[in-house]
């Protein structure tokens, strides 16, 4: 049963932006710590960015530091994922989840959505 629906992936040139939304598609995550992680093809799934049931507190990989925003809004009931100057590496399939509290650890999250493909050309 799908709990959170990602969108916004596609393929981009190098330097480019592009936004991922993450909504439920049935109960709220409004209490909820929200993180986004990716997997690219042969390699383990890595901590993106999160953001607090809040919204008041982000914390980012190194890779994204400066250059993606997380952000959450709460009368969607959407988390999103700004990403800007692309590079080629940050190719991978972006996943959205959902936590008690706020964490790096995929582990801590308990709900999860599919994953959105994001291709970044060079």
């Known amino acids: 049963q799908v709990q959170l629906v990602e969108s916004g992936g596609g393929l981009v040139q190098a330097g480019g932006s592009l936004r991922l939304s993450c909504a439920p598609s049935e109960r709220t995550f409004s209490s909820s710590a929200m993180g986004w992680f990716r997997q690219a093809p042969g390699k383990e799934r890595e901590f993106v960015a999160g953001?607090?049931?809040?919204?008041?507190?982000?914390y980012y990989a190194d890779s994204a530091k400066g250059r993606f925003t997380i952000s959450r809004d709460s009368a969607q009931n959407t988390v999103y994922l700004q990403m800007n100057s692309l590079k080629p590496e940050d190719t991978a399939v972006y996943y959205c989840a959902a936590a008690r509290k706020y964490s790096r650890v995929s582990q801590d999250y308990d709900y999860w959505g599919q994953g959105t493909q994001v291709t970044v050309s060079s």
């Open positions: 953001i607090s049931w809040s919204g008041r507190t982000t």
